[in-house]
Structure formats: structure tokens, C-alpha cells
């Protein structure tokens, strides 16, 4: 263990080494149970007569800080933390005044329930590991990627390469790598298109209900944020603010809702922007994974005046942990958003990026998409004829995604809070809400047990009909 010990107060050498070492114990950065250098050691390392570390040793000893043990040493004893100076009602350094966020809960951070129906968990069983570490080992040799040298802050070209020609299959979106902006996520891409579209005070539109990342980002940095409500054609676009800068959609796939946004919508919603300067962030978010019907075409493809920005991710295809997006950029914004993502974290993993490249390059990714369509078919079929039978619900249609939703005239709060009681995880409809009016419930199956779904729908159905 190495200590960090000041030796620079004016009453002696042995005061000194006892105020340290006391702080660091009542500060809890000596816990209990934890062995000190023996004073030989620890002199040396201070450069002091061992005198005087022996000597702070006993005082704190006689105090109760530290206990002996004959053969074993010196070990920090078990004190109260009720007198440490660094109490968080004393700290200087505080958010601004209008920063009233506080982390949200990730299905990382918790115990994992029985019946697991929470919403944007892909299934990890079903990822071809495998195949990944081969192509993330391969990029990790020496001298690939030029590890010495930082990466391109767009993204690494591969990858940019590889995910416009993805894009003009899967989703028949015309782009180029030279449009494509690699990212940590969906989320740093909102993040970076709302800093260079958005300033303090300007007007911006998203869903109602909708993604309470997105709804955060922007009023964090001041845009005074509408909410425009849904129907079963998607955004209602007569509903947008006149004066509107930015509109956040998800129109593939509605968050939390499921609906699709019709064509008439579509174009309705491209003509509005197209008669003003507002962008159209277009969230794709999880439209890979399709049950029926043939996909509409994107917002993106049908945008003929640059206005629309089409962001997509790989954390539902793949997984989380691999941590990768993209934002399609116009050229106008291009450069923009580049120096927004250098100024921010400088560039992503080179060698999970080339990684990726050869993922969607090889058609691993197409490959696993078929399979996790079909796997995720069979949930979202069988969740929807359980729900079916619940009278007390309206089954909202969805057709791709990893989730499906049901509104409801029951308390769905109070629902919900049971259904944890019995170790079964689902989404309040109220929490996607910035004016929570509407009850429902969100069912997410990428991480449900196939073997519990029915058994966990029969629970929730039980409870269900007890509140109604």
C-alpha cells in the first residue's frame, strides 16, 4: 500500500504523520481491517526517523484508530465515520441552479428480476460471441490500428464505409461514409446534434410520449422543450410549434407507443420542415428486428431538402457493451459535429470500430438480425395473445422492436409497483410521459426468459385484474 503523506506542517515530523494517517482513517480511505507498512517501511518511504512513525503508531493506537496484532502487524480498527470533515452539506462545488437531473436507474445496476420484461435489453445469449472476439482480437494486435496515434474523431473510415453500405441494404438509405458520424451510442448523438442546432431559449418538439433521454438532453442545454402528442399515424405534426428548431422522432418504431408513423405523416411532417428552418432528428432505434409487414421507408430516404438527421445504433442488433452509433450528417452540419465529438471525447476505440466494420462486412450482423428476428417474433407473438385475453387492456400494434405496449384505464403505477413485489419487472407508460396523463404498460422481451414468459404473464394478468 502506498501512502500519501504531507510533511510539511510546523510540529514536527511525528504530529504530521499522525494527522495524515488519522484523516485518512476518518475519511474511510484507510478502511477497517487494513494493513499498514510496517515502520521501518514506512520511514523510509518518508524519508523520517522511524522514531517518529512508531511513535504515531501508538498514539493512534491508544486512541482506538489502529490495533496490533503479535506476528501480523498493524491494522486500521473499526471507528466511527461520524467525525470526517468531508461531509457532502460542506462541499463547495455544486450544479447550477437550473440542473435539477439526476442519474437515471440502468438495467445494468440492479439484480436481474425473474420475470424480466424491462424494455431495450437485447438478449445476449443469442450474440454470436464467438465470432466477435475472433475480429476484436484481431484488431487488438500491435501495430493494427495505429494504437500510438489518436483516431479520427468521425469515426474509424472502415467502419464508416461498412455502415453506409449497410444502411443502403438493410434500410435502402442512400448515404455515403463521408455522411457517416461514428458515436458512443444513440445518445451521443443527440447530445452532439443538439449542441451545434440548439441554443438557450430555442423551441424544440419531441413525443409525447416519448424518450426521457432525448427530452433531457435538450432542456439541459436551455431549449425550451415542447411535448407533441402521438395517435395511431405517429406525430401529430398540426400539434408543432410554429417557431420550431428541432423535432426528436422515432418513426420506425414509436418509443414507447410501437405504432409506426404513416406515409401521409411522413411526408406531412418533410413538407412542414421543408417550409422552415427546423431539423428532424430521426431515431432508428430498433426497426432491424421485424415481425410483419415490409418496413416504410425511413424518414431519411424520403427527405428530399436535407433536413432530416438520421441516427441509428448497435446496441439493441448487438449488444449494449458494445457501445456504438452513428448520426448521418448533412453536409452543412458535417464538420460541425465532428469538432462537437473531438471537443468531447476525442474519438471512439479504433480497434472495436475496425472490429465492427468486419462484423457488418462479413454479414455477421445481417446473420444475427435473422436469427434474433425470429427469436424475438416468437416473444412479441406470444406476449400479445396473452394481453389479448386481459379485458382491461387496449394492445397498442406494433410490428418490429424489442417491446410492446398496452394502454389501460387500471392504475398502472399501482400495478406496476406490485408486479415487483413478485419479482416481475415492466414499464410504467407514465415514466415515458413529460405530462403523465395516459396509463399503460410497456412489455419488453429481449431479455424475458423464454421458459417464463407465459408464467410471468399469467401473474401479471392476476394482478392486473385485482387493481381494475
Request: net charge positive.
Amino acid at each position: 500500500m502506498d501512502l500519501i503523506i504531507r510533511l510539511d506542517g510546523t510540529d514536527g515530523k511525528t504530529a504530521a504523520v499522525y494527522r495524515a494517517l488519522r484523516t485518512a482513517i476518518v475519511d474511510g480511505r484507510l478502511p477497517a481491517g487494513e494493513r499498514l507498512p510496517a515502520t521501518r517501511a514506512l520511514a523510509a518511504d518518508l524519508g523520517v526517523a522511524r522514531g517518529s512513525v512508531a511513535a504515531a503508531y501508538e498514539r493512534l493506537a491508544a486512541e482506538g484508530y489502529l490495533s496490533s496484532r503479535v506476528g501480523a502487524g498493524t491494522f486500521v480498527a473499526a471507528v466511527s465515520r461520524g467525525r470526517s470533515r468531508r461531509r457532502a452539506a460542506s462541499d463547495p462545488l455544486r450544479p447550477r441552479e437550473d440542473w435539477s437531473w439526476e442519474p437515471l436507474e440502468t438495467s445494468g445496476a440492479v439484480r436481474p428480476p425473474r420475470y424480466d420484461f424491462r424494455t431495450g435489453i437485447p438478449d445476449a445469449g443469442l450474440f454470436p460471441f464467438d465470432s466477435w472476439r475472433r475480429l476484436v482480437t484481431a484488431e487488438l494486435r500491435l501495430r493494427a490500428n495505429n494504437p500510438g496515434t489518436y483516431g479520427d474523431p468521425a469515426g474509424h473510415p472502415g467502419l464508416r464505409e461498412a455502415i453506409a453500405r449497410y444502411l443502403g441494404v438493410s434500410r435502402g438509405v442512400r448515404t455515403t461514409a463521408a455522411d457517416v458520424v461514428v458515436t458512443n451510442g444513440a445518445q451521443h448523438a443527440f447530445d452532439l446534434l443538439a449542441r451545434v442546432l440548439v441554443k438557450p431559449g430555442d423551441v424544440v418538439a419531441v413525443e409525447e410520449p416519448g424518450y426521457p433521454p432525448a427530452r433531457r438532453i435538450l432542456a439541459a442545454l436551455g431549449a425550451r422543450v415542447s411535448l407533441v402528442p402521438v395517435d395511431d399515424q405517429g406525430l401529430v405534426v398540426a400539434d408543432l410549434p410554429a417557431h420550431c428548431r428541432l423535432v426528436y422522432t422515432t418513426p420506425s418504431h414509436q418509443f414507447p407507443l410501437g405504432r409506426a408513423m404513416s406515409l401521409t405523416r411522413r411526408r406531412e411532417l418533410l413538407d412542414w420542415a421543408r417550409c422552415r428552418p427546423a431539423a428532424i432528428v430521426e431515431d432508428d432505434y430498433d426497426s432491424e428486428f421485424r415481425f410483419s409487414a415490409r418496413p416504410l421507408e425511413p424518414l431519411h430516404s424520403l427527405d428530399s431538402a436535407g433536413r432530416v438527421l438520421y441516427v441509428g445504433t448497435f446496441s439493441k442488433s448487438m449488444l449494449p457493451a458494445v457501445r456504438t452509433g452513428f448520426v448521418l450528417a448533412t453536409p452543412g452540419l458535417r464538420d460541425a459535429l465532428i469538432a462537437a465529438r473531438q471537443l468531447g471525447d476525442g474519438y471512439g476505440q479504433p480497434a472495436v470500430q475496425a472490429a465492427l466494420a468486419r462484423f457488418l462486412d462479413e454479414g455477421l450482423l445481417a446473420r444475427h438480425v435473422r436469427k434474433g428476428g425470429k427469436a424475438y417474433g416468437e416473444r412479441h407473438a406470444r406476449i400479445v395473445a396473452a394481453l389479448a385475453g386481459m379485458p382491461e387492456l387496449t394492445i397498442v400494434p406494433s410490428a418490429a422492436g424489442l417491446h410492446v405496449a398496452a394502454l389501460t384505464e387500471v392504475n398502472s403505477t399501482a400495478v406496476v409497483a406490485a408486479a415487483a413485489k413478485r419479482g416481475l419487472a415492466l414499464d410504467d407508460l407514465l415514466d415515458y410521459s413529460g405530462s403523465p396523463t395516459r396509463h399503460g404498460f410497456v412489455f419488453g422481451f429481449g431479455a424475458a426468459d423464454p421458459a417464463l414468459i407465459d408464467e410471468g404473464m399469467a401473474i401479471f394478468a392476476g394482478l392486473l385484474a385485482r387493481h381494475d
